[in-house]
């Protein structure tokens, strides 16, 4: 342990500990912008500036080891001035229009400089350059708002390996942002939108399309429906201040309503959807290899997550057919509301007006994808973040935490816990194990409370071994067989799974991979900021929201009996193929 | 190696010879990959080699040295050394270090910029010259310098810029090559 004295205190804190750390668990705020807990302390933007005895200048407390003796000031003139000026100068800088911006009262650099008492701009410098790039559905990029805190560099090359962003140029003409300047839907940007989510200011955001879904819902031609993925649920409430980790299902479909959507589904029941096709699709895969001694892509990656996708699409091509070729349950749900829900209404597809609710800023990409087309139009109209749903529902003058609570509509509302669990890492893995072993054995899977225990939480890759015995006759096939598999989150995480795979030094028959840390929960369309601390708290809820439902196996679902029997027929028809499944292409790496 | 890289001088035509420069790209990707802080050399004697950095050279590096391309561009754009466009045959830099500055540097610059039309960072129009700043070549007893390629010009005065050029302007004509 070392002994240090923080504004005349004496502490005695770990070795390695940050100057900056030290002080938080001592109680006392140090204003930040650039560092971000576990992702980034580079010093950058001088904001954290602190006074050390003996040390001739202020120093940046997030990259300032602690240590034996050092004493240390927070709160003298100096260093209160000094931080001053430092964020004085940012905002000479920044495009300073807080009313009208995207950030407005959830912005870090406006709620620093309230903080520290700034109330005049006193300097009055050149502004940055304005680049708007709208190059890509997901993402919107500008220039003028952004601080060159790299926050987004590090996240875009550390954690997903995919480094799209790095500052180009130097001093004032510094633009964090895709090489020379160019747009982003020039370089390998999967849109995962992580950026957007650690970004302290209203520099990297979806693109706004809020105004498409209110024309919608104001257009009497339009039947309008809406699907909320899980991951929702368990974040929302966070717009209207309330807990992370609040379960607000209930209220958001009550608020849904109230905003006059025609039908309040849930992707809940798409995902129980795609278990089943695609935990046939696994299981045929098997027998094709087992039984039939064919050569077949193994193991199957996991297809619901848009940015891991285009991830493989540019990174690894050879590695298409591995993918699952079940759409995501955004899609599948698309694809179903557009066809067998319109049939049920009497309606034709282009009648309908698809809205999704999303954590994710990929999927708004997904969406817009050229084979998304299945109904004969555009499956999914328009996707919404968690954030702009907030919005909305702010912008309807709805008191959200004073809703009741109301059930989804049938008969696309329904879902099992199996499928509330996609939202987290590890969850499609769960859902697809408790189906496929039961459908193989007849019985429940072997796990305590029907969790898959070496799959949850938050380590970056998990892996788990399931021995298959007591078959039914028809699997016997797969008696002994010892089912391997592994789960990664973050592309980064991602990447050096496949890499262990094509090297040979791993081998598994299935695997789920999420793009964002956590999983959806941690999605890159996520009310900000979301620290390691939230997303627990976010996972949590959902295996709460699981584990309080009857109905916890997707092939329970009866609402997805139902639509096999009066629809689809069986899982990988001819029909759910057209419907449910999709191509992936390769990408040139640019 | 690196000093080797910095004393070559640019000998760039717009085209390239890609083949037997790319062969050479290759040579020197090989000794530089595995060694830290090895992208700055590399792109150094990449521009000795093309004359600049077309963007096939630099997607060509990031590719072998396994470095994202947006880092690659983040550093060439960083550094006013490295140039993405065609240069002129010959490169003048215009020394502006504190020395030079004080003593007129400003005033050749200008005087060149107007000899030549062109601002700095362009080449002019028959591909002879390209203009560059530069922050002290290490000759401030000379003081105002410019460089055009490897020749260093000392005491440079504004009258006098029309008379140096002139000498680059007569070697061409006469089809020789400029030291």
């Known amino acids: 342990m070392i002994n240090i004295t923080i504004d005349g205190k004496p502490y005695s804190v770990e070795e390695e500990t940050s100057v900056l750390e030290a002080c938080k668990d001592a109680g006392i705020k140090i204003p930040t912008l650039c560092y971000l807990e576990k992702v980034q302390a580079i010093g950058a933007c001088r904001v954290c500036l602190v006074e050390i005895e003996g040390v001739h200048d202020l120093v940046a407390s997030c990259v300032m080891p602690v240590s034996e003796e050092m004493k240390i000031h927070t709160n003298n003139r100096r260093v209160r001035e000094a931080r001053k000026v430092v964020v004085e100068l940012l905002l000479s800088e920044h495009d300073g229009d807080c009313q009208i911006c995207d950030r407005n009262e959830d912005c870090e650099l406006q709620s620093i400089a309230h903080d520290l008492g700034i109330r005049e701009l006193r300097y009055q410098g050149a502004k940055a350059p304005r680049r708007y790039d709208e190059s890509t559905a997901g993402l919107v990029r500008n220039s003028t708002k952004c601080i060159s805190c790299r926050r987004c560099v590090t996240v875009c090359t550390e954690m997903q390996s995919v480094s799209a962003l790095f500052p180009q140029s130097r001093g004032f003409k510094t633009i964090i942002g895709p090489a020379f300047g160019k747009e982003l839907n020039t370089v390998t940007c999967v849109q995962c939108g992580q950026c957007a989510a650690v970004c302290p200011v209203g520099a990297i955001s979806e693109r706004d399309q809020t105004a498409e879904v209110w024309a919608a819902l104001d257009d009497p031609n339009k039947t309008v429906v809406v699907q909320t993925a899980p991951a929702i649920r368990a974040a929302l409430g966070e717009c209207f201040g309330m807990e992370p980790g609040t379960l607000v299902t209930g209220k958001m479909t009550t608020a849904l309503r109230r905003m006059e959507f025609d039908a309040v589904f849930d992707t809940n029941f798409s995902a129980d959807l795609t278990i089943m096709e695609e935990g046939t699709e696994l299981l045929t895969r098997l027998k094709k290899a087992l039984v039939d001694g064919e050569q077949v892509a193994l193991p199957i990656f996991t297809s619901c997550s848009p940015g891991w996708i285009q991830f493989v699409e540019y990174y690894y091509p050879d590695m298409l057919d591995n993918l699952s070729t079940c759409k995501s349950p955004q899609q599948m749900m698309g694809a179903m509301v557009k066809t067998y829900y319109a049939q049920k209404l009497g309606k034709k597809p282009e009648d309908m007006f698809m809205v999704s609710v999303m954590p994710c800023t990929a999927k708004k990409f997904e969406a817009a994808r050229a084979e998304m087309n299945s109904s004969g139009v555009q499956d999914v109209d328009v996707v919404l973040t968690t954030r702009e749903l907030g919005k909305m529902i702010s912008e309807a003058g709805i008191d959200f935490q004073a809703l009741e609570d109301s059930e989804m509509d049938a008969p696309l509302g329904l879902g099992s816990g199996a499928a509330d669990i996609f939202a987290n890492t590890g969850g499609v893995m769960e859902a697809a194990l408790r189906t496929a072993y039961e459908i193989i054995t007849g019985r429940e899977i072997p796990f305590d409370n029907l969790h898959v225990t070496p799959v949850v939480g938050m380590e970056g890759i998990k892996e788990a071994e399931i021995t298959i015995e007591g078959t039914l006759p028809e699997w016997s096939f797969l008696e002994g067989v010892t089912a391997k598999v592994a789960v990664a989150h973050t592309l980064g995480n991602a990447r050096a799974l496949v890499e262990k795979i094509r090297a040979g030094e791993a081998v598994y028959h299935f695997v789920e991979v999420m793009t964002c840390p956590g999983g959806c929960i941690g999605g890159g369309g996520q009310p900000r900021i979301t620290t390691d601390k939230i997303r627990k708290a976010r996972m949590k809820a959902i295996y709460a929201e699981d584990e309080g439902k009857a109905l916890r196996k997707s092939h329970a679902n009866p609402q997805i009996i139902k639509a096999y029997e009066d629809f689809l027929g069986e899982p990988l028809s001819h029909r759910s193929h057209e419907l449910l499944h999709t191509k992936y292409f390769e990408k040139e790496r640019v | ?179």
């Open chain 2, 1 to 179: 190696m690196i000093d080797d890289a910095i004393s070559i001088s640019c000998t760039c035509e717009e085209t390239y010879d890609s083949n037997t420069q790319f062969i050479k790209l290759d040579e020197i990707l090989a000794e530089y990959k595995y060694k830290d802080g090895g992208l700055i050399p590399v792109l150094q004697i990449a521009q000795g080699l093309f004359g600049y950095l077309p963007d096939e050279v630099l997607r060509h590096i990031a590719k072998n040295m396994d470095k994202p391309y947006s880092e690659v561009a983040g550093v060439v754009s960083f550094y006013s050394f490295f140039s993405t466009q065609p240069r002129g045959k010959y490169v003048i830099k215009v020394c502006l270090g504190t020395a030079c500055y004080v003593r007129g540097g400003k005033q050749v610059l200008d005087a060149i910029k107007k000899e030549l039309a062109v601002d700095v960072g362009e080449t002019t129009t028959d591909k002879l010259f390209s203009l560059e700043v530069a922050r002290c070549f290490g000759a401030c007893g000379l003081a105002p310098a410019i460089m055009i390629n490897d020749d260093v010009h000392q005491r440079v005065k504004p009258t006098r810029i029309k008379q140096i050029l002139s000498s680059y302007y007569k070697f061409e004509e006469e089809g020789l090559d400029h030291a």
